[in-house]
């Protein structure tokens, strides 16, 4: 079995962040080993990120890498600069592919990146990756293109992300685009491609892109082809959002476990 390894935030809720991460690689069969970065904790009012120190960032990547052979690494939310130093550190001698989800803007919470973080991801992170995953929100960040609303939007952007130095793209387009349809476009070296699934009108999407990557991350390290892996995590994430679990009247996590289940009964 292939090991694969997230270093993301705990998401209390468990809809997102390295809950969704480990459960979304525990799914598609591959074993998951965690390092946390950061704990975040949501209530009705609230929106609190706890990071941890980026010494014991440090700590955990060293312990997992030293210790046991990694075949795919994905990162997610890393709470700060230091904390994106320290993982760019560890991982920029270790041979091993990258799948980098951005997390730079929350459905739960208007947070506003500190810029300072967005340049280190820019100009540090995304060039050690293999493919990144922002969602709509991360890809005007990412790119500078200020609103993206149509598909030639969406391939601009895509491009000007390519351009930051990571090979390949996928923008998730999600609940925030115009229409009835949820599409992911992909960007690569040679090609480009859409994926879509109806737009679900529900509000069981926390964790939705954490899923999707993860989705991504665990098929490339069991060798699916990147087209494949975009594909069948786009079906992955459909059926979580589907039968997701509702929280509150504005919460609720995408549950893992429903494309197992539907394939059992299919
Ligand atoms: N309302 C929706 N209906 C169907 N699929 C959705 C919906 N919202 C998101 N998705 C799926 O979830 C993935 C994650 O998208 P999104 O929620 O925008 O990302 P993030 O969680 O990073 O903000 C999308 O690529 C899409 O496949
Ligand atoms: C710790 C943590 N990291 C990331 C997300 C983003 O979740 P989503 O997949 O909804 O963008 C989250 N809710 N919590």
């Given at each position: 079995?292939?090991?694969?390894?997230?270093?993301?935030?705990s998401d209390s809720l468990a809809g997102g962040g390295i809950q969704a991460d480990l459960k979304t690689f525990e799914e598609l069969d591959v074993f998951g080993l965690s390092v946390l970065t950061s704990i975040v904790n949501v209530t009705q009012t609230?929106?609190?990120?706890?990071?941890?120190?980026?010494?014991?960032?440090t700590e955990q990547l060293k312990s997992v890498l030293t210790t046991i052979s990694i075949d795919f690494i994905k990162t997610g939310l890393l709470g700060n600069?230091?904390?994106?130093?320290?993982?760019?550190?560890?991982?920029?001698?270790?041979?091993?592919?990258?799948?980098?989800?951005?997390?730079?803007?929350?459905?739960?919470?208007n947070t506003t990146t500190n810029r300072d973080y967005?340049?280190?991801?820019?100009?540090?992170?995304?060039?050690?990756?293999?493919?990144?995953?922002?969602?709509?929100?991360?890809?005007?960040?990412?790119?500078g293109v200020t609103s993206i609303s149509s598909t030639?939007?969406?391939?601009?952007?895509?491009q000007k992300i390519q351009a930051l130095g990571c090979p390949n793209v996928v923008i998730k387009c999600g609940s925030r685009f115009p229409g009835d349809t949820a599409y992911n476009y992909l960007l690569t070296e040679s090609d480009a491609y859409w994926f879509d699934t109806p737009k679900l009108a529900v509000t069981t999407t926390d964790g939705a892109g954490c899923t999707f990557s993860a989705a991504i991350t665990a098929l490339l390290a069991r060798d699916y082809s990147l087209v494949?892996?975009?594909?069948?995590?786009?079906?992955?994430?459909?059926?979580?959002?589907?039968?997701g679990v509702p929280i509150s009247s504005q919460l609720g996590s995408v549950w893992q476990g429903a494309y197992r289940q539907k394939e059992a009964h299919s």
């Amino acid at each position: 079995m292939q090991n694969v390894l997230t270093v993301a935030g705990s998401d209390s809720l468990a809809g997102g962040g390295i809950q969704a991460d480990l459960k979304t690689f525990e799914e598609l069969d591959v074993f998951g080993l965690s390092v946390l970065t950061s704990i975040v904790n949501v209530t009705q009012t609230q929106f609190n990120q706890h990071n941890l120190s980026a010494d014991l960032v440090t700590e955990q990547l060293k312990s997992v890498l030293t210790t046991i052979s990694i075949d795919f690494i994905k990162t997610g939310l890393l709470g700060n600069s230091a904390n994106l130093y320290a993982t760019v550190e560890q991982l920029s001698d270790y041979r091993t592919k990258l799948v980098i989800d951005p997390v730079l803007s929350f459905k739960e919470a208007n947070t506003t990146t500190n810029r300072d973080y967005v340049t280190s991801l820019k100009e540090r992170l995304l060039p050690l990756g293999f493919l990144t995953t922002p969602n709509l929100a991360e890809a005007c960040i990412l790119s500078g293109v200020t609103s993206i609303s149509s598909t030639t939007d969406v391939q601009q952007a895509a491009q000007k992300i390519q351009a930051l130095g990571c090979p390949n793209v996928v923008i998730k387009c999600g609940s925030r685009f115009p229409g009835d349809t949820a599409y992911n476009y992909l960007l690569t070296e040679s090609d480009a491609y859409w994926f879509d699934t109806p737009k679900l009108a529900v509000t069981t999407t926390d964790g939705a892109g954490c899923t999707f990557s993860a989705a991504i991350t665990a098929l490339l390290a069991r060798d699916y082809s990147l087209v494949d892996a975009v594909q069948l995590a786009t079906r992955f994430v459909y059926l979580g959002i589907q039968a997701g679990v509702p929280i509150s009247s504005q919460l609720g996590s995408v549950w893992q476990g429903a494309y197992r289940q539907k394939e059992a009964h299919s």
